[in-house]
Nanobody
Framework: QVQLSESGGGLVQAGGSLRLSCAAS????????MGWLRQAPGKEREFVAL?????????VYADSVKGRFTIVREYAKNTVYLQMTRLKPDDTAVYYC???????????????WGQGTQVTVSS
């Protein structure tokens, strides 16, 4: 089992930055792909970024955030960060940390989920 806990959301103006964090715990925490997904009001949950469990893994990003968001994993602490820059109002959403033994970009495929953290970007 894996338990996930996100933090770091908040309110920022367009063009600003936020850093989200997600701590994983449990027996399988060190051997899961960890990702970030988001859900905006009235929209379906969508993939944002992921990074696999092995050291040196190459991150995968949604096209909408490439060049603006960076996912970083601190393997020794089973913690993943999402560094968000040049935020846009369209980035407003609840951001969820998720994990799974396999790599997924489809939200429904993740087995483990955090509680979510709200990111609001004003114009």
């Amino acid at each position: 089992q894996v338990q996930l806990s996100e933090s770091g959301g908040g309110l920022v103006q367009a063009g600003g930055s936020l850093r989200l964090s997600c701590a994983a715990s449990g027996r399988a925490a060190s051997r899961v792909t960890m990702g970030w997904l988001r859900q905006a009001p009235g929209k379906e949950r969508e993939f944002v970024a992921l990074i696999n469990w092995w050291t040196g893994a190459t991150p995968v990003y949604a096209d909408s955030v490439k060049g603006r968001f960076t996912i970083v994993r601190e393997y020794a602490k089973n913690t993943v960060y999402l560094q968000m820059t040049r935020l846009k109002p369209d980035d407003t959403a609840v951001y969820y940390c998720a994990a799974d033994p396999r790599e997924h970009t489809i939200p429904a495929s993740y087995n483990y989920w955090g509680q979510g953290t709200q990111v609001t970007v004003s114009s």
